[in-house]
């Protein structure tokens, strides 16, 4: 059997709704009840079971700080071990991810996976193309931006989706393998001439200032600045060929992706 961790989640969703699609039996775990899976809470060990899974496709349980998220991750770990779950996939950041201020967690977990006794793949996923089109404001008709002439080499959430769908169908064809799956390069300058307007840059300390002021939760903002920076800088625009490969066809247009995404918080 097939498991999804956070199936409630956007991406873990997506997962299930591909691989329902394909003609893959899955089913979907979350925090909650719900009809495509059972209730399984990482900030509850003892309650963890993935007894009957042969493959367990594990959605990174990040919102929160890093001493939490590697306590779920570390808990799932211990528990597909236990229960014998045959491999875990799980979705990791793209390998130029390093400055971002939520990657420790993700490093720590594919440590604690390579030392496992179980099989697995780790999908080194590229940002979003929701996120980075979400990430833009408006003054007006104006899109703001923070990111400068940085580009992001980003994916639509459905590209992560399907190539996650793959691997878990057929795992034995990727055991051991680190896959990076990142897009073409996406600019604001890229966004702003997909949506016809003018862009209007901002400052880090401009955006970091918008940013406490927003009653976001305490490690949010400085999450979100080190994606404002890293983009800006140029940390974050290499592209790559795995996400292809795996997907047996070219990714969906990142920047029209982010792009709708932008208009959508107009």
């Known amino acids: 059997m097939i498991l999804v961790t956070g199936a409630s989640g956007q991406l873990g969703h997506a997962i299930l709704s591909v691989l329902s699609e394909r ?26 079971s993935f007894a009957g899974v042969d493959t367990l496709v594990l959605v990174s349980a990040g919102e929160a700080e890093d001493d939490v998220v590697i306590a779920r991750h ?4 211990a528990a597909a071990e236990r229960d014998g779950v045959r491999h875990v996939v799980y979705t990791s950041l793209a390998s130029d991810g390093d400055h ?13 996976l390579r030392s496992s006794s ?22 007006g008709p104006r899109l703001t931006s923070a990111f400068g002439d940085g580009a992001l080499a980003a994916v639509a959430r459905a590209d992560l989706a399907e190539a996650a769908a793959v691997v878990a169908e057929h795992p034995d064809r990727h055991t051991g393998r680190t896959y990076d799956l990142v897009g073409e ?7 702003a001439t997909r949506l016809g307007v003018d862009l209007v840059d901002v400052s880090l300390q401009d955006k970091r200032c918008e940013l406490d002021a927003a009653g976001l939760k305490p490690f949010q903002p400085a999450m979100l600045m080190s994606i404002f920076t890293s983009v800006r800088h140029g940390f974050l625009a290499e592209p790559g060929t795995d996400l292809r490969t795996l997907l047996g066809r070219e990714p969906r247009d990142a920047a029209q992706v982010a792009a709708e995404s932008a208009s959508a918080g107009r």
């Open 118 to 139: 179980l099989s697995w793949t780790i999908l080194r996923n590229g940002l979003y193309a929701e996120l980075f089109g979400s990430l833009f404001g408006w003054d």
């Open 23 to 48: 003609g893959t039996a899955a089913q979907g775990s979350s925090r909650s009840p719900s009809p495509r899976g059972p209730v399984i809470d990482f900030d509850d060990p003892a309650g963890i």
């Open 100 to 112: 971002l201020a939520f990657a420790l967690a993700h490093w720590w977990t594919e440590r604690r």
């Open 74 to 77: 570390g808990a799932a770990i």
């Open 185 to 191: 390069p996406v600019s604001a300058t890229d966004v």
